[in-house]
C-alpha cells in the first residue's frame, strides 16, 4: 500500500501540479513510443526522479508488486500477435490435434516486451506522486488552481482516505469470523458466495456509520457554511517553472520523433 | 492441574518490520484465570491472537493441549480456545441473537439438537434468553457485547480469551460481564483476559502477566505484582489506589491490601488504641 511518506527532497517540494504534470507527461511519452529502447528510456527518467526523491526503495518494491502484471501482459501480446519468424509454439507440434498451436512469434516477443515495458512506465510514476505529496495537496492543487469545485474534490479524497479504513475493518472482521471457526469450503460458487455474507453485512453496517459520524463531525466544523479559506497556500516556484519548461520540451521532442519515425519499432 | 497453553520463545514480527513479541515464554495450567497488561503497543492482543491461530509465530512455538498452532488452522483452535473481539459490531452478521450464537456450532458441524442445547446454555449464561428472536441491531451496545461473548461460549472452548471486556460499558455492566467470566471459570474454563481496570485485576485475576515493550515485565499472583508498585511504574501502571495507600504504612499492612475489605479487616483498631482523654 502506497502512502504519502514524510521526507525532505526537491521532489517533496515541488507543487502537486508539477507532479501531476510529470505523471501526464510520462503518460503520453510511454503511450507514444513503441520501442523497448525508448520505453526504458522512459522508465530510467523514472526512476531517476524517484531517487531525487529518496524513494526509489518504494518504488521498486512497488514494481516488482507490478511485475505479476507486466508478465501478464506479456503473455498474452506474445499469444495474440504472429507476425514474422514464429521461434516456437507453446503446444508442442508433436501433440494430437492440439499440436503446433499457440506459436510465439518475433513479432510477439516484441509486442509483448512493447507493452509490458509500456505497463511499467506508466505504473512507475505513481509511487512518486502519491509517497511525495500529501493527499490534501494534491485536492488544493485542483480546488485552487484548477477550479475543481471543492465539494467533489472533498468527496474524492474521502473516498481515498476510506479505502485503508475499511481494509483494517475488514482483517479485524475477517479475524473475529476466524474465531468463530468461520470458513470457506468447497468449490461450490454459489456458497462461496452465502459465505462472504458473515464479512459483508458487518463490514456494510460499519462504513454506514463511519460515514454517519463523517457527516456529523464535517457538519460540527462547519463544512459548506461559506466562502472557505486556507491556511497553506501552495505556491509555484522556480524550480516549478524549470520542470514544467523540461515537461514541455520532453513532450514536443517526443511528439516530433514520433512524426520523424523514431521510437517506434515494426512487429514483423 | 495440567497444562493446557505452552509458549515457548515465542516472538512475532509483522511483515511490516514492528517487532510486537520479543521472545516469551509462558505457561498457563487448567483453570487459571489470567489478567494481561500494560501499555497499548505493548504486544498484549498480538500475544492472544497466537493461542487460536490468528497469528503464527515468525520465531517459537506455541501449543495449546499439546497441539502446535502453527500446524492447525483457526478453525480448528477454535473449538479449544474462544476469542471475544473487542467491538461486537466486528463479528454481528445474522438477522437474530439466536443464529448469531449459533454461527460457531454450525461452523463446526454440530448436530442440530446439540446446537440448539449450546445457545440454550450459552444465551443463558449471558442471560438473553429473552432476546432469541430480536435481530441484534436493536439492542444495546453491552447487550450485543454479551451477544458476541454467548457465541464464543456456545463452541464450549475449554480457554477463554476476552479482549477489554468492559471497554465501551459502564461499571456495572463491567462488574457483570467480569462476574459471569468469573462463573465459567470456576466451572473449570481458564481465562485469559486484557484489560486497563487494575481495580478489576485486583478483584478477579489469580495472576497477572505485564507486558512491556513486546517483553514479559512481570508474570506472577496478583498480590505479588501489586507489591511491586516501582516495576510497574516502567510501563506506566500502578496497583489500585487502595493498595498504594495501604504500601504508605507498611508498619501496619505488611502484606499488599487488594481491596477496601482487605484493609478493613487488617487495620487495627484505632479507637480503642488511642490514649483516652480527660474530659473532667
Not at chain 1, 219 to 246: C, P, W, Y
Not at chain 2, 86 to 113: M, S, W, Y
Not at chain 2, 213 to 242: C, H, M, W, Y
Request: net charge positive.
Amino acid at each position: 500500500m502506497l502512502e504519502y511518506l514524510y521526507k525532505q527532497s526537491v521532489i517533496h517540494r515541488l507543487h502537486p501540479l508539477t507532479k501531476l504534470s510529470i505523471a501526464a507527461t510520462v503518460m503520453v511519452m510511454a503511450m507514444l513510443f513503441t520501442d523497448p529502447l525508448y520505453l526504458l528510456v522512459v522508465i530510467a527518467l523514472v526512476m531517476a526522479l524517484s531517487i531525487a526523491g529518496t524513494i526509489i526503495k518504494e518504488t521498486l518494491g512497488y514494481l516488482l508488486t507490478m511485475a505479476f502484471f507486466a508478465f501478464i501482459v506479456f503473455v498474452l501480446q506474445c499469444l495474440f500477435l504472429n507476425k514474422g519468424p514464429i521461434y516456437f509454439t507453446i503446444l508442442p507440434a508433436s501433440w494430437p490435434v492440439v499440436g503446433g498451436w499457440l506459436p510465439v512469434s518475433h513479432g510477439g516477443l516484441i509486442l509483448g516486451t512493447a507493452m509490458a515495458l509500456r505497463v511499467f512506465a506508466i505504473v512507475s510514476v505513481f509511487p512518486l506522486i502519491i509517497t511525495t505529496t500529501q493527499p490534501r495537496d494534491i485536492v488544493m492543487s485542483l480546488v485552487e488552481t484548477l477550479k475543481v469545485p471543492y465539494d467533489y474534490a472533498f468527496m474524492f479524497t474521502t473516498a481515498l482516505r476510506f479505502i485503508p479504513i475499511i481494509i483494517s475493518e475488514v482483517t479485524i472482521i475477517y479475524q473475529a469470523q476466524l474465531s468463530r471457526a468461520y470458513a470457506v469450503e468447497g468449490w461450490n460458487p454459489i456458497k462461496k458466495i452465502r459465505a462472504f455474507a458473515p464479512i459483508a453485512f458487518p463490514i456494510i453496517f460499519i462504513a454506514i456509520e463511519k460515514a454517519d459520524r463523517l457527516g456529523l463531525s464535517m457538519e460540527l466544523r462547519g463544512f459548506n457554511s461559506g466562502k472557505r479559506t486556507s491556511f497553506k497556500k501552495l505556491h509555484f516556484k522556480a524550480v516549478d517553472i524549470l520542470f514544467f519548461m523540461v515537461l514541455f520540451i520532453l513532450i514536443g521532442t517526443t511528439v516530433w520523433m514520433r512524426i520523424e519515425g523514431i521510437g517506434s519499432v515494426s512487429f514483423s | 492441574m495440567s497444562t493446557i497453553i505452552e509458549v515457548k520463545s515465542l516472538c512475532h514480527t509483522y511483515s511490516s518490520g514492528l517487532e510486537a513479541i520479543r521472545g516469551i515464554d509462558i505457561t498457563i495450567d487448567e483453570g487459571e484465570f489470567v489478567a494481561i497488561i500494560g501499555q497499548n503497543g505493548s504486544g498484549k492482543t498480538t500475544f492472544v491472537k497466537h493461542l487460536n491461530g490468528l497469528l503464527k509465530p515468525t520465531a517459537g512455538q506455541v501449543f495449546i493441549k499439546g497441539m502446535d498452532t502453527a500446524k492447525k488452522r483457526v478453525s480448528e483452535l477454535a473449538r479449544h480456545v474462544g476469542y471475544v473481539f473487542q467491538n461486537p459490531d466486528h463479528q454481528i452478521c445474522c438477522d437474530t441473537v439466536e443464529a448469531e450464537v449459533a454461527f460457531g456450532p454450525r461452523n463446526l458441524h454440530f448436530e442440530k439438537g446439540d446446537i440448539e442445547r449450546r445457545v440454550q446454555e450459552a444465551l443463558q449464561a449471558v442471560d438473553l434468553l429473552e432476546y432469541r428472536t430480536v435481530n441484534p441491531k436493536k439492542l444495546s451496545k453491552g447487550q450485543r457485547q454479551r451477544i458476541a461473548f454467548a457465541s464464543i461460549l456456545s463452541m464450549k472452548p475449554s480457554v477463554l480469551i476476552v479482549d477489554e471486556p468492559t471497554t465501551g460499558q459502564d461499571y456495572r455492566d463491567g462488574i457483570a460481564m467480569l462476574e459471569l467470566v468469573s462463573r465459567l471459570n470456576q466451572n473449570g474454563h481458564t481465562v485469559l483476559f486484557i484489560t486497563h481496570d487494575m481495580q478489576l485485576v485486583a478483584k478477579y485475576a489469580k495472576r497477572v502477566v505485564v507486558f512491556h515493550d513486546g517483553n514479559i515485565l512481570l508474570q506472577k499472583n496478583t498480590r505479588e505484582v501489586f507489591a511491586e508498585p516501582e516495576t510497574l511504574e516502567q510501563t506506566f501502571l500502578s496497583p489500585p489506589a487502595i493498595t498504594l495507600l495501604a504500601q504508605r504504612f507498611p508498619s501496619i499492612y505488611r502484606d499488599t491490601i487488594l481491596s477496601t475489605a482487605e484493609m478493613l479487616e487488617k487495620t487495627p483498631n484505632l479507637i480503642s488504641s488511642l490514649p483516652r482523654e480527660n474530659n473532667a
